[in-house]
């Protein structure tokens, strides 16, 4: 069975940085592409940053050169360096896996909150 457990989300202040990190447990199943979603209130869930199985990322333009997404294969690991945090960063981070080139599954999602 695919576990996902999230770290790493708190309140830090404008300006400021975080690391989240999600890491799959189980076995028996191979993982592809890995990626960090959020949800703020009254707003639907976004894809913040994916990476493939190859390394090769792609970053929604809020984010990018602020943001860095990474993957540690020998540990089924992904992280998410977050820079230059804004208040409009503020919500609720949910990793996601695809494994076995179908299936999707999601971390229990971690706030993160940002003070002006």
């Known amino acids: 069975q695919v576990q996902l457990v999230e770290s790493g989300g708190g309140l830090v202040q404008a300006g400021g940085s975080l690391r989240l990190s999600c890491t799959v447990s189980g076995s028996g199943f191979s993982i592809n592409g890995m990626g960090w979603y959020r949800q703020a209130p009254g707003k639907q869930r976004e894809l913040v940053a994916g990476i493939t199985s190859g390394g090769r990322t792609n970053y929604a333009d809020s984010v990018k050169g602020r943001f860095t997404i990474s993957r540690d294969n020998a540990i089924n690991t992904q992280y998410l360096q977050m820079n230059s945090l804004k208040p409009e960063d503020t919500a609720v981070y949910y990793c996601?896996?695809?494994?076995?080139?179908?299936?999707?599954?999601w971390g229990q999602g971690t706030q993160v909150t940002v003070s002006s």
């Open positions: 996601n896996v695809r494994v076995n080139l179908h299936f999707d599954y």
